[in-house]
């Protein structure tokens, strides 16, 4: 059979699940495709540790041994962050090597050069595991929907937040606890604080945004917020109100430009982001001739994140054997428009509110004036004092508000002396509105 030669760099947690899927379907692969994967190396960190999926003879410490081998044609980057995996991938293109890579922190932030060298060299970048693990929502954006036109991009994007915000709905966990548990299934980043702040999902709607719209945006211009906020407190209070916090990554085009955002948010509990339980991730696609289309599943997890790698290998090696006697097609992104995401100043919502203040006569009416003379309509109201002097803690739904006026009516409620703490606030956001479900 004909064979073609793979190198993997890392066998952690995706590698192992790499290694795992290669091996148990290897029979439906080498069908499917029509030839064989044969892994040579694999680079580690300590090649006398032996590992449970890989042959000790495999393992090697030295990236020279796959990066300068002229039989390796694939190039497997399971490391994760910048260094030293952009040096290794770029070392395996400027070698015409074609690379499959995981790692959507290296392909957010390098991707501009990463591209470019491998349309230079007439090599690919396979990077389907780095948004929603085994989802396939970068093929689908790439072919399934390559004809129409994206308007808006609606993700659960982080498996780890969506877990822990789950977790603490469903079963009133901990915050801890839950974050424990979400590390031990696999789901987490080395750092989980990329996790839980935000960073991993700003990272992957920046990867949305370049496949979902031929934009190149930068991740410290995507506003980010993550889920460390949130409290008890505000689950049980949105429930109340009708709604779950879920953690969003969403991107709308405006006849101005991108909107980018990150954030948790309380989302109508019939919804379909309201559906979206433990590490699962969900991305909701609007496009013209489509409508809405939903792409649901693991999103995190060894064997997930594993099978979309192992897929890319597949579609490398397809192309390789059709175009061997000439070249495979160049990366379609090396030559894509660089944008800013439109200031967030004047988009509207509604929002969920928490005041915190000291149960002091006329204090509802000092918080309502400060929202009122900016311009913040109050929807509804919620509060449970317990007698004077106490705190209180204000619950309030506003009516649809630009950001802009929010911002200023908040500055001025927590300047009032009875408020303890700054007010929390989430937006309130139905991707798939009712009329239209
Ligand atoms: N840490 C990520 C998550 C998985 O929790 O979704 C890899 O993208």
Known sequence: VRKIVIGLLGAGNVGTGVVRILQENQADIERRLGGAVAVKKVLVRDPSRSREMVADELLTDNPAEILEDPEVRVVVELIGGIEPAYTYVMEALSRSKHVVTANKALMAVKGRELFAEAARRGVSINFEAAVAGGIPILRALREGLASDRIEKITGIVNGTSNYILDAMTRTGARYEEAL?????????????TLDVGGGDAAQKLALLTLLGFGAR???????????????????QAADELGY????????????????????????????????VHGAYNAILVESRAMG???????????MPTGMAVVSDIIELCRSVFAFDSGRPPPEAFARVEDVKPRPLDDERHENYLCVHVTNVPGILGRVATCLGTNGVSIKRLQQDP???????????????????????????VDELDAVQAPTHRFRIVDPDPLESR
Not at 245 to 260: D, M, N, S, Y
Not at 386 to 395: E, F, K
């Open 180 to 192: 424990a548990q979400a590390q031990e299934a696999g789901f987490a980043e080395a750092d989980p």
């Open 217 to 235: 945006v930068s991740v410290d211009d995507i506003s980010t917020e993550g889920i460390t906020r949130v409290r008890p407190f505000d689950i």
């Open 244 to 275: 779950v916090i879920k953690h969003l990554a969403q991107a709308v085009r405006t006849p101005e430009g991108l909107i980018l955002r990150v954030h948790p948010a309380l989302v109508p509990k019939g919804s379909i982001m309201a559906g």
């Open 292 to 302: 809405r289309s939903l792409y649901h599943g693991r999103g995190a997890g060894p």
């Open 386 to 412: 317990q007698g004077p002097g106490t705190p209180v803690d204000m619950v309030i739904v506003t009516e649809a508000i630009d950001e802009a006026d929010l911002t200023a009516a908040l500055q001025r």
